[in-house]
């Protein structure tokens, strides 16, 4: 296993406990400051993975690095943000941090400017488009100092134009402030946005690579 890179998953099983086998030698690697998308059909395994990589699951057998902190971009953001307001969100996940208020107001404002919320610091949560939600969860993820990040469809509840705006954002992201993420969908047109893509097919990587070479993959096995 390379623990030089970001993400490096060695051999990993996973079956649940009604012995349905999910992840059957899975193997793949992530380098720092790369962009990845995950694809596969329902049931491949996308989702699994990358909950075993957040800790939400315990790994069985297999091999797991890396880099840390690692946040976390549920589907629906609704089912992550906590608080009232927008900054009151991103600072939760400083709580345990026992940073001075000056300090976490400082990496509440940080975050917010990456993702182009700063000017909706007090708005509250039920005020804001799907959008504006899943930023405020990346937000909260990027004042944490977190150096993966993980997606799970994040634009799955999104209108396609909110799609590639964030799909675009994270991409710069990436770029500008050197994080790793590893990003699950099943839009062929987001892939346009990664550096490298990975389809898993039965529980294991099936061909990984370039955009283009995935897509064509893909159209191969009539998955498109």
Not at 171 to 192: F, N, P, S, Y
Request: charged share 20%.
């Amino acid at each position: 296993m390379d623990q030089s890179c970001a993400i490096a998953i060695d051999d990993l099983h996973f079956s649940w406990d009604s012995g349905a086998s999910v992840l059957a030698g899975c193997s793949l690697q992530v380098k720092p400051g790369e962009f990845c998308m995950l694809l596969g059909t329902n049931g491949s395994g996308k989702s699994t993975l990358l909950r075993l990589l957040a800790g939400l699951l315990d790994i069985p057998q297999g091999k797991i690095h890396l880099q840390k902190p690692v946040g976390f971009v549920f589907q629906n953001p609704d089912h992550q943000l906590v608080m009232p307001t927008v900054g009151a969100d991103v600072a939760f996940g400083l709580v345990d941090e026992n940073l001075a208020y000056e300090d976490v107001r400082q990496r509440v404002d940080e975050a917010l400017i990456m993702v182009n919320l700063l000017q909706l610091k007090r708005r509250p949560i039920y005020a804001l488009s799907g959008g504006q939600k899943q930023r405020v969860a990346i937000a909260g993820a990027l004042a944490q100092n977190c150096r993966v990040l993980l997606f799970d469809e994040p634009t799955a509840l999104l209108d396609p134009d909110s799609q590639l705006e964030l799909v675009a954002q994270v991409r710069d992201l990436v770029k500008q402030q050197g994080i790793t993420a590893l990003w699950v969908t099943h839009r062929l047109v987001e892939l346009d946005y990664c550096d490298r893509a990975i389809l898993l097919e039965q529980g294991r990587v099936a061909t990984e690579g370039a955009p283009e070479q995935v897509k064509q993959a893909l159209q191969n096995l009539h998955l498109t």
